[in-house]
């Protein structure tokens, strides 16, 4: 069964961290993609790569970055933690023309 | 500016009716479009997905419609169990994959079924 997996389910950070999100895919996929999800806004997409090495903002991208030195993964690095990024960020994979798979999500909270 | 609109945030339906979701589209390159829905604390699972050469795709259950003239699209599901409810995303997409084939997603509807 394919897979997209992120590292942690919850976390909670305090304000200026740096906080780091992992995700990894195991279907060879190209493409990999950040999104937040808030209510009443949707998903919103942070960061996307094509390829290793590559990154491209996406709509959101302040206040974020991201890193894809494997294939396999794709890290969302926040780099000093404030309370709007309160959110539940989604990370997804896809390939033609399988569509998109989603992680489970990470629920993270900055206090 | 939106190209993805789902204008109801929810639905409620009852147990064994028809639940009916709708999205509309402002992008005419749009040629490939999805719906997935996502339960709390769980990532979006894809549900199923509609080219624009064909204005019916069904699996099951579930339905959906695209009228391009209109830019609009519906799930339909026949009929609708409590296990149903979920917040229902739809997607677009144009040229899809690679570099042109980001998906655009609508704000989502929350349907609730009620037994």
């Known amino acids: 069964d394919v897979k997209v997996t992120q590292s942690s389910r919850y976390l909670v950070k305090r304000t200026g961290e740096k906080v780091f999100l992992e995700c990894v895919q195991d279907m060879d996929h190209e493409n990999m993609f950040w999104y937040r999800q808030d209510p009443g806004l949707g998903l919103r997409l942070i960061y996307f790569s094509y390829d290793v090495k590559m990154k491209e903002k996406g709509d959101i991208p302040e206040g974020y970055s991201v890193s894809r030195e494997k294939k396999e993964r794709f890290s969302l690095i926040l780099e000093s933690a404030s309370t709007n990024q309160t959110s539940m960020y989604l990370c997804a994979s896809s390939s033609i023309p399988s569509g998109y798979t989603f992680g489970s999500g990470t629920r993270l909270t900055v206090v | 500016d939106q190209q993805v609109k789902q204008n109801s945030p929810s639905l409620s339906v009852q147990e064994g009716r028809i639940s009916i979701l709708n999205c509309d589209y402002t992008n005419s390159m749009f040629d490939y479009f999805l719906w997935y829905k996502k339960y709390p604390a769980e990532g979006p699972t894809f549900l199923i997905s509609?080219?624009?050469?064909?204005d019916k795709n069904e699996d099951g259950r579930f339905t959906v419609f695209l009228n391009k003239s209109a830019k609009h699209l519906s799930l339909h599901i026949v009929p609708s169990q409590p296990g149903d409810s979920a917040v229902y995303f739809c997607a677009a997409s144009a040229g899809y994959g690679g570099s042109q084939g980001n998906l655009i997603f609508g704000k989502g509807t929350k349907l609730s079924v009620k037994p």
């Open positions: 509609i080219s624009s050469i064909k």
